[in-house]
């Protein structure tokens, strides 16, 4: 039995993932799989994913592997990562795609017109590098992380959720929008905390830490 299964549908960065969480549980065991049965069985999960929606989600349903990722992402510690995060919504303006529908909202582009800083700057997009994470709230994944610590951040979408009580963290690029979620086992991030040195790390480590409860 895994104590945490990173899902393989073809798409994402497995490998970093999974290299980050070895460094902070280092005698967990910790598998990259596209094993139903891994998974099935696994304590915790996490769902990585970057590249196109439409691509992801046709990776996701050819592996096999949809119905079970509905199944696992209510019933155990659950992390979503960037298209991880984004899945788990209704659609996405990109494509447009279909995605999982197991949380409320849409995932849309940002918006040419309104990409100019409070400076007058153009903005570019994606959104790429560092940027301040506002947390709304507490909860365990954000236990050792100050508030408005930096993240790194790659993308073109964002989370748009219908039910504002899942935003666990906002971000302004330039508005404010919701890179974090949080709702009962899963919680799940726009930016890559494989790829943000400490805070990162710490978030990780609460995650194989967590129980599932707030």
Known sequence: MSDIAVIDYGMGNLRSVAKALRHVAPRRTIVVTADPETIANA???VLPGQSAMPDCMRS???SGLRELVLRVVRDRPFL???LGLQMLFDESEEGPTSCLGVLPGRVVRFRDKAMVASDG???KVPHMGWSPVRKIGEHPLWRGID???RFYFAHSYYPSPGDTTLTAATVEYPMAFT???ASDTIFAVQ???EKSHRAGLQLLA???AWNGRV
Do not use: K, M, Y
Request: aromatic share 8%; proline share 4%.
């Open 80 to 82: 979503g990562i960037c």
């Open 147 to 149: 508030d408005e610590t």
């Open 191 to 193: 930016f890559h905390p």
């Open 121 to 123: 700057t153009r903005l």
């Open 60 to 62: 996701l349903n050819q």
């Open 206 to 208: 609460n995650f194989v």
């Open 179 to 181: 890179c974090a979620i």
């Open 43 to 45: 304590s915790r999960v």
